[in-house]
């Protein structure tokens, strides 16, 4: 335990950014009103400048993920955090639309460091019985920053203003990078998967990109994602405030039940899918589960405050499906290419964060009557609403359909291979 001090504080400061990373991540969600205000935006626009931060993150997967393996992870640790710092204040200081929308994709790149180094170091420093463990912590602590990211932000934000929240989320960024680049751990760990570790090459990345089993992976989780990605980074909380007539506080909390249930999600999923036998029917059970909900949301009227809350933390637990899909994308590779192998996988299903919210925002804005609010924010109805995410159930549904030809393609080469 004394050899593990220094290694678990540095596996305290990753977690820290990674949950850190989702405060970013669901600023623009909480400020939608403000920034179209502010920059005097159509909801399309919008859209365009909520997915930016995932192309961002999406595009900067694999690169980091081979930087951190090449060379002094800390340092690269250290430049990620420091770019996604630049990004907010470029986002806080922006008075140009381009400028703006250039603070959400570097805020979205830097960001991507996040999960990234939690893994580098748990595989560093930690012995390998251990990392599910450490990994799972990760994960669930991490998203206490989702949870944070929603009603206490738009507190502090209406108490303090945007620039002064904005240059604060900047300066607590910094310092967790700096802390990180600083934090001697005078391991021999370090140096030594240094050296033995081999960076994967542009073949192996070509391969794996080429792997069909990976692409329907990726492709599949990706088209499920809408419901998180999609409704509620953005869309939840003028759902519930508009169609339910939620206040701003009873929306914003029904929306952060969604993370509350993620915290839960990874282990009761894989407890079920190891009760099923299955990881495949398990998420195609959480897929149709997703689809239920958004059902019940688009045609059950009056919902209540409990209900609400109780439906959302079921969305939360089902949105774990990730968990799961990158746990299917490491049994079918081989070991050595099993990092990589999730990275491209978590590539191409962060991409569609980016999908999503344009088609949405498409969608709204061209079914919207044009009724605008006092403050000239756009009046939507719940049609408006409903043809806006249903894009979110079909997509889901189509998914599903991915992971059960995947689900036949697995059971096929089973088969071949007890057979020969």
Not at 31 to 53: C, P, V
Not at 194 to 210: A, N
Not at 255 to 260: A, D, E, L, M, R
Request: with cysteine.
């Amino acid at each position: 335990m004394q050899s593990l001090k220094k290694p678990i504080l540095l596996w305290s400061l990753a977690t820290l950014f990674f949950a850190f990373q989702f405060i970013l991540r669901l600023t623009v969600g909480i400020l939608r009103e403000d920034i179209i205000q502010k920059f005097a935006i159509d909801t399309i626009a919008f859209g365009t400048l909520a997915g930016y931060y995932y192309l961002g993150y999406a595009g900067m997967l694999i690169p980091i993920g081979i930087l951190l393996d090449k060379f002094n992870f800390r340092v690269i640790t250290f430049l990620s955090i420091l770019v996604a710092t630049i990004g907010t204040l470029t986002f806080a200081l922006a008075t140009d639309w381009h400028y703006l929308l250039l603070g959400r994709f570097l805020t979205g790149a830097g960001s991507a460091v996040g999960f990234l180094s939690i893994v580098k170091i748990t595989k560093t420093y930690f012995p390998a019985s251990r990392h599910s463990l450490i990994i799972g912590l990760s994960f669930t602590f991490g998203l206490t920053g989702a949870v944070f990211g929603v009603t206490p932000m738009k507190m502090l934000f209406n108490h303090f203003g945007y620039n002064a929240t904005f240059y604060c989320l900047a300066l607590t960024g910094f310092i967790i990078g700096l802390l990180i680049l600083t934090m001697n751990t005078n391991s021999e760990n370090e140096d030594h998967l240094q050296v033995q570790e081999k960076s994967p090459g542009f073949k192996d990345i070509t391969r794996l990109l080429l792997n069909p089993q990976i692409l329907i992976i990726g492709i599949s989780g990706g088209l499920m994602v809408g419901s998180l990605e999609g409704f509620t980074d953005v869309w939840a909380i003028p759902y519930f405030k508009d169609i339910y007539k939620m206040s701003e506080i009873e929306s914003n909390f029904i929306t952060s039940c969604v993370y509350i249930g993620m915290c839960f999600g990874g282990p009761v999923l894989a407890l079920l899918a190891d009760f099923f036998k299955s990881i495949n029917f398990m998420i195609f059970l959480a897929g149709i589960l997703m689809i239920i909900i958004f059902l019940i949301l688009f045609y059950v009227p009056d919902l209540s405050f409990i209900f609400c809350v109780s439906l959302m933390f079921l969305l939360g637990i089902v949105c774990c499906y990730q968990v799961l899909m990158f746990t299917l994308t490491t049994n079918i590779v081989d070991k050595a290419h099993a990092g990589l192998a999730v990275a491209i996988v978590n590539c191409i299903n962060m991409s569609f964060g980016h999908f999503f919210h344009k088609v949405m925002s498409i969608a709204i804005e061209y079914s919207w009557d044009g009724t605008l609010s006092l403050d000239n924010i756009p009046v939507y109805t719940k049609e408006n609403y409903i043809e806006a995410n249903a894009i979110v159930p079909i997509c889901c549904l189509i998914g599903i359909f991915g992971f059960y030809v995947l689900s036949k393609q697995l059971k096929k080469r089973k088969h071949q291979a007890l057979s020969s």
